[in-house]
């Protein structure tokens, strides 16, 4: 007998009729090119229980979920919650841990919406206090999804993880810091929610270019190093898409206010050769992200008159920054860490300092632990930088700001590094090697002492002498 009857092939042609496309376990002929329906027009030979996933898809129906089926408080008003060290369940990163997270795009066949894979130890698994490493990799498919929304989203894991009562995240990229409470904890909270938050809300606020989401949580030191090793090659990536472009060539900066909840007043200026201080976010990505969600985190800045073209200052910006901090900023200086310059929240991925004895200045990434020449520790310079203040001769940055020709250019630019810890030296060796080619300062990099070198200032005054480094020679820098 005829399985599929021409009656039930008449039916099916009258749902096509209306817009309804037509999906069917039996193998039937295809009609995959769109015209009447959204997409395709037929869809055969679909498993019985992948057939409701894949009519979802087909009829491009979005759903939202209403209630993310956590056991904790979600919203706005837990956003900027600290989780004290006594408070704490367990922690991921931060100084303890490796810990990261990554968001790809693939294709629609690739991700299974909803599913939620645990790699590793549970948070029940651990005793109180515990520090497991974390690596999330989040991948989402979408046919309007596009590689340069990438970022973007993954960003966005800050104030869609924030948002749960009793959970703590702060960072981004390879420098993520996660806290569970332990009250959180107690009422069953564990690692497939942070998963079933990510699902929701990024199907919530991008349904209109992601259809599927699915979490990979792995919290085994060992299987997670080669995802890592392939996360900072993208991340690599991602920091050369912005290419050759100067900020001359724009009349459009654009603004990050991502970290509000945890700094009220601080306002992110990026330019297209500073990105935010986060490291996550250049020019074209908050571009992007403007573009997808108009009302979110970042938006144009026009420059406006130029008042300081050395020190970077705009009249066009500086309203805006009077606007976002609440009026509690008037002005703001691009190009200088002594005057005016930018704020920072707490989500930097290095700090420089000035170093006065020397003249020049020194840089830390959140990496490293040990006491720096300027006498404080990063966590403890951490406290005074951020919180979205001005804090002449401290400013938070992003690793690929160090090497950029806008570093910190009014105040003498990068001659004016002499220490920075070895493990961000040799992360960037070949971008430094190129910066200093290109300035005629090829030998300076044997110049910049490390932590082998010199951790007090008295120690590193005589290894800068020894060397000859050019800060000693150059006009003071206060």
């Not at 792995?218 to 050759?244: N, Q, S």
């Not at 704020?343 to 200045?361: D, K, Q, R, V």
């Not at 160090?402 to 971008?431: C, H, N, Q, Y």
Request: hydrophobic share 40%; charged share 30%; proline share 5%.
């Amino acid at each position: 007998d005829q399985l599929i009857t021409d009656e039930k092939y008449a039916t099916a042609a009258g749902a096509i009729n209306f817009g309804f496309p037509v999906l069917s376990d039996v193998d039937i002929p295809q009609i995959l090119p769109t015209g009447i329906c959204t997409y395709e027009h037929v869809v055969s030979g679909i498993s019985l229980d992948k057939i409701v996933s894949r009519a979802i898809e087909v009829r491009d129906i979005k759903i939202k979920v209403t209630e993310i089926p956590i056991p904790v408080p979600y919203g706005a008003g837990f956003e900027g919650e600290r989780v004290r060290k006594e408070q704490m369940q367990v922690e991921f990163g931060g100084k303890r841990t490796v810990a990261f997270e990554l968001l790809r795009g693939k294709s629609m066949q690739e991700v299974e919406d909803g599913k939620i894979e645990i790699v590793g130890p549970e948070v029940d698994q651990v005793e109180q206090g515990a520090a497991l490493p974390l690596g999330m990799l989040i991948e989402v498919a979408g046919r309007k999804f596009q590689e340069d929304f990438e970022t973007v989203l993954e960003r966005r894991n800050h104030a869609f993880i924030s948002c749960a009562n009793g959970i703590f995240h702060m960072g981004q990229r390879a420098i993520v810091w996660i806290r569970i409470s332990k009250e959180a904890f107690n009422k069953g909270f564990r690692l497939k929610h942070l998963g079933e938050i990510l699902i929701a809300k990024i199907h919530d606020e991008y349904s209109a270019i992601v259809d599927k989401v699915q979490v990979k949580i792995i919290t085994d030191e060992e299987k997670m190093k080669a995802p890592l090793e392939e996360a900072r090659k993208i991340y690599h990536e991602r920091d050369e898409r912005i290419g050759k472009m100067k900020d001359e060539d724009v009349d459009t900066l654009y603004s990050c206010i991502l970290c509000q909840s945890y700094a009220p007043d601080h306002v992110c200026i990026v330019t297209p050769q500073r990105l935010g201080l986060c490291g996550a976010y250049t020019w074209l990505d908050c571009k992007a992200s403007f573009e997808l969600n108009p009302r979110g985190p970042n938006e144009p800045v026009k420059k406006g008159r130029c008042l300081e073209e050395v020190k970077g200052q705009w009249e066009g910006v500086n309203e805006y920054l009077k606007l976002k901090s609440h009026g509690n900023l008037e002005r703001f200086n691009a190009y200088s860490m002594i005057e005016d310059p930018m704020t920072s929240c707490g989500c930097f991925e290095c700090i420089a300092a000035i170093l006065p004895e020397t003249n020049g200045i020194m840089i830390v990434n959140r990496e490293f632990t040990e006491m720096t020449p300027v006498g404080m520790t990063f966590s403890t310079m951490a406290g005074q930088v951020g919180g979205g203040i001005q804090t002449p001769g401290f400013i938070g940055m992003g690793k690929l700001y160090i090497t950029s020709e806008k570093f910190i250019s009014a105040d003498g630019g990068i001659k004016r590094l002499v220490w920075m810890p070895k493990g961000l030296k040799e992360e960037i060796r070949e971008r430094l090697e190129n910066r200093l080619a290109e300035i005629g300062e090829p030998d300076l990099l044997d110049k910049i002492a490390t932590e082998e070198d010199a951790t007090a200032s008295e120690e590193l005054v005589k290894f800068l002498q020894a060397k000859g480094h050019p800060a000693l020679s150059m006009e003071p820098m206060m």
